[in-house]
């Protein structure tokens, strides 16, 4: 005789067979990427393991499953979005005319902006790198630092007009944003 546990995890083995590759085929059609797909499926089959007594009890197991997968893909998309609109902002041609384009990252402006954060106290640096390099909103920054959305707010402003002070006043916001968030994809190499 099997126990509570035994028959949840015989279940939910059972369940995964029956539905890993259906989960794998959604998103593989949600997202467009083969290799991501497995991933998503795993990890949404793995967030319905932790959860599976629920799960079970709600009486649609399978559509609970692929709302996981789909707010898992939803996730991912966003993700490459944003990513792939650091890239273009990064290696966008600067000066406006095609005379002003540039061959590859301005190097000198991510430089510039390195020694510049480092000259910002803590918690503005912080906030803007979190903001800006990470993608953070202003909550989940505010929960990183255990400060209020106003601080964070009124940090992040007040570490770009800084930013821009230091680094001269013919560089935009927009220009300080781009380089920060190069340092994460690796622009300060």
């Known amino acids: ?28 059609l949600l997202t467009g990427e083969a290799d991501a797909a497995d991933d998503l499926a795993a990890d949404a089959l793995l967030a ?5 007594d629920r799960v079970r009890e709600a009486g649609h197991p399978v559509a609970y499953a692929r709302g996981v997968v789909a ?6 998309i966003r993700s490459a979005v944003r990513e792939r609109r650091r890239i273009a902002l990064f290696w966008a041609p600067r000066g406006g005319g095609d005379d002003g384009a540039a ?21 503005k640096r912080a906030c803007v ?15 990183v630092l255990g400060i209020s959305v106003g601080t964070v707010k009124s940090q992040t402003s007040r570490a770009v007009a800084e930013l821009q002070r230091l680094l001269g006043p013919e560089t935009p916001a927009a220009r300080v944003r781009v380089a920060v968030a190069a340092q994460r994809s690796g622009g300060d190499r």
């Open 48 to 52: 319905l393991w932790h959860r599976w």
């Open 71 to 76: 707010n898992l893909a939803r996730t991912r």
């Open 1 to 28: 005789m099997g126990t509570a546990v035994d028959d949840a995890a015989a279940e939910f083995h059972e369940f995964f067979e029956a539905h890993y590759a259906e989960l794998a085929r959604l998103a593989h």
């Open 103 to 123: 061959d590859g990252p301005d190097v000198p402006a991510v430089v510039d902006v390195q020694e510049a954060l480092r000259r910002l106290p803590f918690r």
């Open 129 to 143: 790198v979190l903001r800006h390099a990470f993608d953070l909103s202003e909550r989940d920054t505010a929960l």
